[in-house]
């Protein structure tokens, strides 16, 4: 069951431009959204996370996006730097869980 | 900084034998997790620990899977016997903290069953 989608396998964007990479879930129990950066051969890194009682929340050059209504979530990166380049997941909870429930992923490239 | 370590990087193995894999988490951390990742697929949560007991388990955690805590800083994830379709990358996590968030992750033990 995908409770959690990344429709974008792969974006590549030009270095200094805005990357926005999208995720929809399904499960309205969900309150509690998170990014995780993964490069290869190593495991998944927390980037930012979002609670359901907000619509957005900001680190640094990342931003995150949610939309309860539209059960989307949508994570920007603004200036994209080559360093980026990486396999995106987004992940759901429930916030007195335990599981995440991850997307597919979107492997972002930013191209210097 | 502290991080999760996983050993081996890489265990092939033939179907049917079992195999233990190994993650050092976080010393202060209490709680513990598996995911996998099958090639291609999506990251899984298999089952998470705490307090030298299962907490929460997905469908994918059967009878053929277990965990234990044998020591103070080791956490193990055993397949009894494996199968092909087990094949995947094992990812240890935890955190200090009863939900979910910020789980940090080890580097993954890739499982090849031939």
């Known amino acids: 069951d995908q409770q959690v989608k990344q429709n974008s396998p792969s974006l590549s964007v030009q270095e200094g431009r805005i990357s926005i990479l999208n995720c929809d879930y399904t499960n309205s129990m969900f309150d509690y959204f998170l990014w995780y950066k993964k490069y290869p051969a190593e495991g998944p890194t927390f980037l930012i996370s979002?609670?359901?009682?907000?619509d957005k929340n900001e680190d640094g050059r990342f931003t995150v996006f949610l939309n309860k209504s539209a059960k989307h979530l949508s994570l920007h990166i603004v200036p994209s730097q080559p360093g980026d380049s990486a396999v995106y997941f987004c992940a759901a909870s429930h916030i007195t869980g335990n599981q995440f429930y991850f997307g597919t992923g979107t492997s972002l490239t930013v191209i210097p | 900084e502290p991080e999760v370590t996983q050993t081996p990087s890489h265990q092939v193995t033939q179907m049917g034998q079992e195999v233990i894999l190994r993650c050092v988490p976080i010393s202060n951390h209490l709680y513990f997790y598996w995911y996998r990742q099958i090639l291609g697929q999506k990251v899984e949560f298999l089952v998470s620990?705490?307090?030298?007991?299962?907490?929460?388990k997905s469908e994918i955690f059967d009878d053929q899977f277990s965990v234990e805590r044998p020591d103070g800083s080791n956490f193990t994830l055993k397949i009894r016997s494996t199968k092909l379709e087990d094949s995947a990358m094992y990812f240890c996590?935890?955190?200090?903290?009863?939900?979910?968030?910020?789980?940090?992750f080890g580097p993954g033990t890739r499982l090849t069953v031939t």
């Open positions: 979002i609670s359901s009682i907000k």
């Open positions: 996590a935890s955190s200090n903290q009863e939900s979910s968030y910020e789980q940090y």
């Open positions: 620990f705490y307090n030298n007991e299962i907490s929460e």
